[in-house]
C-alpha cells in the first residue's frame, strides 16, 4: 500500500502514520519527494485494508499495490478453471450454451422448448422458476412447480438445468431439481445470498450486477470460492450506460479482461443484454469470438405470448440458425460448439 | 398505450394486432399518418403490460402512456405522506436527521456517538448490526449484539433506531430491536427482501440502487406499499457515474423528481454518496435547499479507528457545526430541524 | 407527434393545443381514454419539433414518433452504403483495416510501421498529424509535417491515408495529404467542424463521442449528409462507463444496431477503447464477428517509446498475428480481409 | 509516480525500467515487498507522465502520484480567484446570477427579457447567437445580428454579456460584442478552440463537458491558463447517466470538489441539467446552498414559443420568485445576491 501525503503534512503527522503502521506490524518505508513524501507499506495489505488511513492527518490518498481479491486471481490459481455441471464441462475446449425461455410457463412449453434447444446443440436448459421483476405486478414464476418442469424437461432430453435462486430459504428447493444455481444480477451484492450458494455443493452461475465493476464482480466470486464452493461460472449480461436503443450495454472486453485477472470461467448472456433478438446472433458471434467460454440465450417457441422477455427471445428456428453461425466463429478461435 | 407501426406494415399485420387487442378485452384505434400507421389503444394497460407486443409482426415500437407504478404515486394520493417513526414524523415539516456510526463496532462507541448527535439535535439514531460488504474479508457486523447496543443506546437518548436488514431469515429479529427498517442501495431490486419488508408492521427507509432509475426506484417501493406497507420513505445516497473524484454521484434532482411523481418523503445520505467527510456538510446543505424531508449522516469518535467508511466519518465536533448550518438552510425553506 | 395530456388537463387547454397544431398546417386526432386524453399529430414532424409542447399547459409529455434523423437512415436508403477511400471500398464484402501509430512521430518510424503493416494486409494507414490531447502539456503533433510524412509513407507503400482534422481552418491543408478526413470522437458535436467536412469531397471517418447515444451519433453523421458529403464512415471506438479496467468501455452491441437504422458503413476501433494491447485482439475478433466493415488498430514499432497511446499499441509482429486471426473470423461471416 | 511489478518480474527487467528512469534524469527508488516490487520515482513526474512505462515488460501498473494539471490547482494559487466581468465580480462575496433565454430569436424578446432579468436582480444577459444544436435540421442562432442585440440590450439595462463561441473563426467577432466568452459543454474538449480563447482578453466562461471527469474539466481548464487566460469560471450543468427523467445528471458535489481541487470559481447551470423548469428553483438552491459562485438560468417571456430549450425556460414572474428564494439560501451561506 503506498500513502501519498499531503504537500503540507508535518513531520507530527508523519510520525504519528508510521507509528500506527508499525502498530499494526507491518513496515513502513518513508520516501521524501521533491513536492510530496510518501509512505510505502511492506506486509499483508489486508491488515491495512480495514483501517481507513484516509483520515490520518496530513494523508492525501491511499492507493493499494494489491487487488482485493485471492481465491479468484490467476495469481493464486494461474490455469483456467473448468466447472463441471454433471458431464458438461464449462471452461474447457468446448463451448457451452444454455438456452431455454426467460420464465416456466407450462409444461408444454418448456418440454417442446427443451427438445428443439437440444436438438439444434445446446447442452443446457435455462428457465426461471423464480423471477426477479421490477414490477410488483408482472408474471414472478411458477415456483417449485416451475422446477419440476425444468427436471422433468432436462431428464426427458439430455439437457442439465441452470436456474436462479432468489431467496436464501430455497437453496435446498432448488438444489433438488437444478444442476447449476444461477444467482441473479440484480442480487450479485445479495451478500447473503452469496453465503448460503457459497455453502452449495452445487456449481454457481453468477451474473454480473447491473452497474457491478469487473472488481465488484470478481469480489461477489470471492464470496463463494471463500465459502468453499470453487465451481463458479461468471456471466456477463450487459452493464447499465446511457444508451438506450439496447436494454443494456452489453460489456465484451469484460471477457478478456476476465480472463487475465482470473481463472474462472465467462459466459455471455447476450440476450438479456441486447433485449432485442435481432442483435442476438451478432453479439454470440462476437462473444465466442471474444474469448466467452460459453452462451447463454432465450429461446421461446412463440413470442408473442411470452409471460416476460418476448422482445428478446429466439425462435426455435432462428436458434439453431444462430448455432450454426456461432458453431463456426468458434472453429476459429479453437473451440468447438 | 400507443403501437407504431413499421413503414411497410402490411393489412394482415395490422388485422392481426387489432385481433389480438380486442381479446385481450380493449378498444384499438387504428389512424394513419402520412409516414406511419399507429395503434392506439384504450382500455387498462395492465394486461398489455405483460404482452410482448414488440414482438407482433410489422410492429416497429411500443410507448407506455402510462406510469408503471400506482401506489406510490402522486395521482393515486396527491397529499405528501408523513411517515411517523415512533413520534418521529418524516415528510412534514421538521427535517429529520438520522445520524450515527456506519456500523456498531461496540458498546462504548455507539453510547458516546449516540449522546453527541442527540445533543446536536438529531432524531434517529443509524448504525449497521448487519454489513453488506463488497468483500467477504471485511468486517461483516456484530449481529444481533450490534441490534442490542442500538437499542439501549437509543433508549437511553431518546432516539429512534433506523438500521438494515439484509436476510429475510432476519426480519423478526430486526424488527424486534429497531423502529425502522433499513434496505439498502444493493438490496433495492431483492424482491424477497422487499416482499418481507412490504409485510412488516414497521416502517421502511428504501434506499435508491447504486444504478437504479428513479422509475425503478418507485417500482421498489411499490413493492412495499402493495404488500401493505404504505410507512415508507425513500433515501437518495448517490448513483454510479463515471466521475471518480467523489464515491458516487449524488442526484440531487431526484429530490423535486421523486417529489413530483410520488407522495413518498424523500432524504438524502450526502455521507455515502460523496465518500469524503470534507463534501458531507455542502451537500447536506444543499439537500434540504432542494427540498429533502431528512438527512442520513455518518457520524464516529474517531474516524482513525472506524471498521468501515471512516473516510466520510464527521466527528462528533464536526456534525455539530453541520446541524447548526443546515437549520440556517432549512428555516430559508419554511422547514425546522 | 403523440401528445399525452394530464390527468386534469381541461377543455380549455386541449382547445388551446389543438388551435396550435392547426396553425401549424397539421392535423391533430383527439383520443379520449380512460385515465388520460392523448392528442395525435398527422403530417410532418418536422414543424412540431421545433415547437416547444411540452411547456403547453395540460400536457404531461411529447413522444415523437420519427426518427429524427433522415439522409443517414435505412428508410432513406435501404441498401448499404460503400464509401470508396481511392480504390478502397469501406462497407462491400472485404472488412478494411486501417493501421498505424497513434501520433505520427517522426519520418523513420512511420514508414517503418506503413511497411509492415501493409505487409500484413492493411489497406488504409491511419496517424495523428494533430492529435487532440486532454493535457495541453502533452505533445500536440508535428503538423503539416506529420501530414508530408503520412503521404509520402502511405505512397511508398500502396496504402491510403486517414488523419484526424480538428480545425476548420485545416480543411484544405488535411485535404491535401489526406485520403479520408478523420473527426475525433471528442469534436462528433463540434458542429462548425462538421459543417465544413461535410462540403469536403474528401470522405469522412466520424468517431463516436464518449457519451453519445447512437442516435446523437446518427445526427452528427446528418450533419455531415446534409451538408452534400454522402461518403460518410463511422466509427465505435467505446463510450464512457462506471467500468475502470478499460479505458473506455466498447459498445459492440451498436454495430448491429447502426446497421438496422443506417445505410452507413461502420468501422471499430479497439485500440482506443480497451487502451491495453492484449485486448485488441480478441475485441477486433469479436467486432468483425459482430458485422464491422472495418477495423482501425494502432500498431507503433516501439510501444516503449511512443509519444502517445504505447500502452495500447501492438508491435508489428503482434499486429501481423492479428491479421492472421481477424481473416478466420471474416471468413466465418462471409467477409474477406 | 510508483511504479508496481508484476509478481514474476525479473531482475533483468527491473534493471531495464530503472535504466530507463535515470536516462530521463529521474530517481528511482526500488523497494522489495512480500508480493510485489515497486519502483518510486522522484524527481518531476512531466517528464514520465509522456513515458508509456506500463509498456515495459514487467510492468503491472503505473501509478501518478500527482495531479496533472498546476496552473488551476488550489497548491499553485491556495487562494480564491475574484474573475471579474466587466465591474462584475464572479467568485467573491456576490452570488453572480446570469439569466436570459437559450437562443437570441429576436430583438424585441430580447429587450424585454433583459429588463426582466435586471430587474429581479440578474448581473448578466446569457443568450446565444451561435447554436450548438444536436439536429443539423434545428434553429442554428441569429449569429452576428444575435450578438448585435445582446449588446444592445445589455447596454440599455446595465448587463454584462455572455454568449458562446464555436468557430475558431469567430472568436473576434465575439469579442466585439461580448463581456464573457463561453465555451458550451460540446466543445468542452475543442482544443483548438481552447488555446484560441486562452489567448483572449476577455473572460472565459467554460461549461463541463457530458462526460467530462473533474480531472478533465480542469485540464481543459488548464488549455485556457497555460495561453496566458487566467480569467476563467467553471460551469457545472449536468453529466451523462443513465437516469432519464431529467436531462441530464446535475453533479452538484463537483461544486466542493473543485473547490477544494481549484482557485477557479465555479457557477451551476440547473436549466440545462435538469431540462425541466419546475426543477429549476430547487436545484439553484441547493447549488448556492453547495457554494456556487454564481448561477446560469434560463428566463423566456413565453415559452410556448421559443426557438429552443422551452421546456426548461422559466417566465420573467417565475425567475423573480426564484432570485427572492434563492437570495434567502445565500444568505445562509454568508453570500449576498
Given at each position: 500500500?503506498i500513502i501519498?501525503?499531503?504537500?503540507?503534512?508535518?513531520?507530527?503527522?508523519i510520525?504519528h502514520l508510521v507509528e500506527k503502521?508499525k502498530?499494526?506490524?507491518?513496515?513502513p518505508?518513508?520516501?521524501t519527494?521533491?513536492e510530496?513524501?510518501i509512505v510505502?507499506v511492506?506486509?499483508?495489505?489486508d491488515?491495512?485494508r480495514?483501517?481507513?488511513?484516509?483520515v490520518f492527518?496530513?494523508?492525501?490518498?491511499?492507493?493499494?499495490?494489491?487487488?482485493?481479491y485471492k481465491?479468484?486471481?490467476?495469481?493464486?490459481?494461474p490455469?483456467?478453471?473448468?466447472v463441471?455441471?454433471?458431464?458438461?464441462?464449462?471452461g474447457?475446449?468446448?463451448?457451452?450454451?444454455?438456452?431455454?425461455?426467460c420464465?416456466?410457463?407450462?409444461?408444454?412449453?418448456l418440454?417442446?422448448t427443451?427438445?428443439?434447444v437440444?436438438?439444434a446443440?445446446?447442452?443446457?436448459l435455462r428457465g426461471?422458476?423464480?423471477?426477479?421483476r421490477?414490477?410488483?405486478y408482472?408474471f414472478?414464476?411458477?415456483?417449485?412447480?416451475g422446477?419440476?418442469y425444468?427436471r422433468e424437461?432436462?431428464d426427458?432430453t439430455g439437457?442439465k438445468?441452470?436456474?436462479e435462486?432468489?431467496?436464501v430459504?430455497?437453496?435446498e428447493l432448488?438444489e433438488?431439481y437444478a444442476?447449476?444455481?444461477q444467482l441473479?444480477?440484480r442480487?450479485?451484492?445479495?451478500?447473503?445470498?452469496?453465503k448460503?450458494?457459497?455453502q452449495s455443493?452445487?456449481?454457481?452461475l453468477?451474473?454480473?450486477?447491473?452497474?457491478?465493476?469487473v472488481t465488484?464482480f470478481?469480489?461477489?466470486?470471492?464470496y463463494l470460492?471463500?465459502q468453499?464452493?470453487?465451481?463458479v461460472?461468471?456471466?456477463?449480461?450487459?452493464?447499465?450506460s446511457?444508451?438506450d436503443?439496447t436494454?443494456?450495454?452489453l460489456?465484451?472486453?469484460?471477457?478478456?479482461?476476465i480472463k487475465a485477472?482470473?481463472?474462472l470461467?465467462?459466459?455471455v448472456?447476450?440476450s438479456h443484454?441486447?433485449?432485442?433478438?435481432?442483435?442476438?446472433e451478432p453479439m454470440?458471434?462476437a462473444?465466442?469470438?471474444a474469448?466467452?467460454?460459453?452462451?447463454?440465450?432465450e429461446?421461446?417457441p412463440n413470442?408473442?405470448?411470452?409471460?416476460?422477455d418476448g422482445?428478446?427471445?429466439?425462435?426455435?428456428?432462428?436458434f439453431a440458425?444462430?448455432?450454426?453461425?456461432v458453431?463456426?466463429?468458434?472453429k476459429?478461435?479453437?473451440r468447438?460448439?
Amino acid at each position: 500500500m503506498i500513502i501519498v501525503l499531503k504537500p503540507n503534512a508535518t513531520k507530527k503527522q508523519i510520525a504519528h502514520l508510521v507509528e500506527k503502521i508499525k502498530a499494526l506490524g507491518l513496515k513502513p518505508m518513508v520516501s521524501t519527494g521533491v513536492e510530496r513524501t510518501i509512505v510505502g507499506v511492506i506486509g499483508s495489505e489486508d491488515a491495512l485494508r480495514v483501517q481507513p488511513l484516509e483520515v490520518f492527518p496530513g494523508v492525501e490518498k491511499v492507493m493499494p499495490v494489491l487487488k482485493p481479491y485471492k481465491l479468484v486471481s490467476r495469481e493464486f490459481k494461474p490455469e483456467a478453471s473448468v466447472v463441471a455441471v454433471g458431464g458438461v464441462k464449462i471452461g474447457g475446449k468446448h463451448v457451452v450454451v444454455m438456452a431455454g425461455p426467460c420464465s416456466v410457463e407450462n409444461r408444454q412449453m418448456l418440454m417442446s422448448t427443451a427438445r428443439a434447444v437440444r436438438q439444434a446443440g445446446a447442452q443446457m436448459l435455462r428457465g426461471g422458476a423464480f423471477k426477479p421483476r421490477t414490477s410488483p405486478y408482472s408474471f414472478q414464476g411458477l415456483g417449485e412447480e416451475g422446477l419440476k418442469y425444468l427436471r422433468e424437461a432436462a431428464d426427458a432430453t439430455g439437457l442439465k438445468v441452470v436456474t436462479e435462486l432468489m431467496d436464501v430459504r430455497d437453496v435446498e428447493l432448488v438444489e433438488k431439481y437444478a444442476d447449476m444455481i444461477q444467482l441473479g444480477a440484480r442480487n450479485m451484492q445479495n451478500f447473503e445470498l452469496l453465503k448460503e450458494a457459497g455453502q452449495s455443493h452445487k456449481p454457481v452461475l453468477l451474473k454480473r450486477g447491473l452497474s457491478a465493476t469487473v472488481t465488484e464482480f470478481l469480489l461477489a466470486a470471492e464470496y463463494l470460492l471463500s465459502q468453499g464452493n470453487f465451481n463458479v461460472v461468471l456471466c456477463e449480461r450487459g452493464i447499465r450506460s446511457f444508451e438506450d436503443q439496447t436494454r443494456f450495454t452489453l460489456d465484451l472486453s469484460a471477457v478478456p479482461v476476465i480472463k487475465a485477472l482470473s481463472h474462472l470461467p465467462v459466459v455471455v448472456d447476450p440476450s438479456h443484454a441486447t433485449g432485442h433478438w435481432e442483435y442476438v446472433e451478432p453479439m454470440a458471434k462476437a462473444a465466442v469470438a471474444a474469448g466467452a467460454d460459453g452462451l447463454m440465450i432465450e429461446v421461446h417457441p412463440n413470442p408473442e405470448t411470452a409471460f416476460s422477455d418476448g422482445p428478446e427471445s429466439l425462435l426455435p428456428g432462428k436458434f439453431a440458425a444462430l448455432m450454426k453461425e456461432v458453431k463456426k466463429v468458434a472453429k476459429t478461435v479453437g473451440r468447438t460448439l
